[in-house]
């Protein structure tokens, strides 16, 4: 009988809990079943995300646009790309990526160890043949070591290059940042300004509509009408990956697009149209610019986004109101409050 009632209670309240918009100091990553961690796994993985065999010229590789002193961002509006081509978002954050229930800006990818293998095929961004390379890393004698250690066998197969690359992101973690602390019960955690910020951020500013749970985020799309990047217009590069990755999606007017359709690209519902996932905010003051496209440079310009409701014609958030003093404090907040600990990186030796 105690049993149902618990069952009951867990069952109608947890959701309810969670959809409430708290923010909740932060906990371990979830880690699938199918994919668990070891500790050579994660080397492995770490190797393959700094080795420039995983594109087609040999340039680049994962963390030369999710740089670990960014973020693991990079730093650039509309992110690095292959020579000759040109990118058309902005590189996000891989920090607490673990979380996410969808990735991309517009989830087109549920899984990190999906979400893997796009950059390496992309014409835009790597550009390696996936067959290709599953040879060229059985070639070096150490991954062939390594990868008896980890999966049982030497066989190189990209979804084995995935799941190891997909084991490192998942330590890839922003914690024990002042508002973690603070909602832990340290009272004194937060200064006195990002306190302030701290109540703006759950009150009037209802930044925790969305920005919410342990990552900041709902895992949902919201069409904000953030403003389209020029470059999106000016630059037939920018032009011709869109085109490129609209026709892969079947979006039947790809050759006419002149904007980035957001969430519509993958489920086709009007709703949808320029929806964008609400992002962590997590070390938000490293990861600038700002939005899928890179087009606020700064936090302020981002804070008085929200404060005049958003972008033209959009129909989700309204003016905030809120004063000099209050778009301050709302900065220190997200600055201050959401830098995690420092932690201790070291470049990998690539075979
Ligand atoms: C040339 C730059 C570039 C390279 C190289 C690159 N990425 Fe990215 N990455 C991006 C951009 C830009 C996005 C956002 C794309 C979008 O949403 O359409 C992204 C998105 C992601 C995301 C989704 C994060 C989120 O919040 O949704 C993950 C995870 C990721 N990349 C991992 C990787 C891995 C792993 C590699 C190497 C195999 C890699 N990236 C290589 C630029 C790059
Ligand atoms: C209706 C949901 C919603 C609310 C409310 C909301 N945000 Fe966001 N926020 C988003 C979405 C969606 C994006 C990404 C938009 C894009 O990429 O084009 C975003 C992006 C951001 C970014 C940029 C992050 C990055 O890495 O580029 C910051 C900073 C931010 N929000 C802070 C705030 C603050 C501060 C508030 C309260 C004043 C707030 N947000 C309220 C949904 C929301």
């Not at 973690?173 to 508002?179: E, K, N, Q, T």
């Not at 603070?182 to 306190?195: C, H, N, T």
């Amino acid at each position: 009988m105690k049993k149902t009632i618990w069952i009951i209670f867990i069952a109608f309240c947890l959701p309810a809990y969670s959809l409430a918009g708290h923010l909740e100091p932060f906990r371990d990553v979830p880690i699938p079943e199918y994919n668990p961690q070891t500790p050579e796994k994660v080397e492995l993985g770490k190797k393959l995300f700094f080795d420039r065999r995983l594109s087609g010229d040999g340039t680049t590789n994962c963390g030369t646009c999710h740089d670990p002193e960014l973020a693991y961002s990079d730093g650039l509006e509309i992110s690095l790309h292959y020579p000759t081509t040109r990118n058309w978002r902005n590189s996000p954050t891989l920090v607490n990526v673990a979380f996410h229930k969808y990735q991309f800006h517009d989830g087109r990818a549920a899984t990190l160890e999906d979400q893997a293998l796009f950059p390496m095929m992309s014409a835009f961004e790597l550009n390696q043949n996936l067959e290709y390379l599953e040879e060229e890393i059985r070639s070096v004698p150490e991954y062939v070591e390594e990868f008896t250690k980890v999966f049982g066998d030497g066989d190189t197969t990209k979804e084995r290059i995935a799941m190891a690359i997909a084991a490192f992101e998942r330590t890839l973690i922003s914690c024990d940042a002042p508002l973690d602390r603070f909602l832990q019960g340290e009272a004194d955690a937060l200064s006195p300004d990002a306190l302030k910020g701290y109540e703006i951020f759950t009150g009037k500013g209802k930044c925790t509509d969305c920005h919410f749970g342990p990552n900041l985020a709902d895992d949902k799309f919201h069409a904000l009408q953030v403003p389209e990047n020029p470059e999106h217009l000016t630059d037939p590069r920018i032009a011709a990956t869109r085109r490129f990755v609209a026709k892969v999606y079947h979006f039947e007017e790809y050759r006419t697009l002149d904007e980035d359709p957001g969430r519509y690209l993958i489920t086709k519902d009007p709703k949808d149209w320029k929806a964008f996932k609400t992002p962590t905010l997590r070390e938000i003051a490293k990861t600038a610019p700002y939005m899928h496209n890179g087009i606020f440079a700064t936090l302020d310009e981002v804070i008085d986004f929200f404060n005049t409701g958003c972008g033209e014609g959009n129909t989700v958030l309204k003016p905030l109101q809120l004063t000099a003093e209050e778009k301050e404090q709302l900065k220190v907040f997200l600055v201050e409050g959401l830098a995690g600990a420092p932690r201790d990186f070291t470049y990998p030796k690539i075979p």
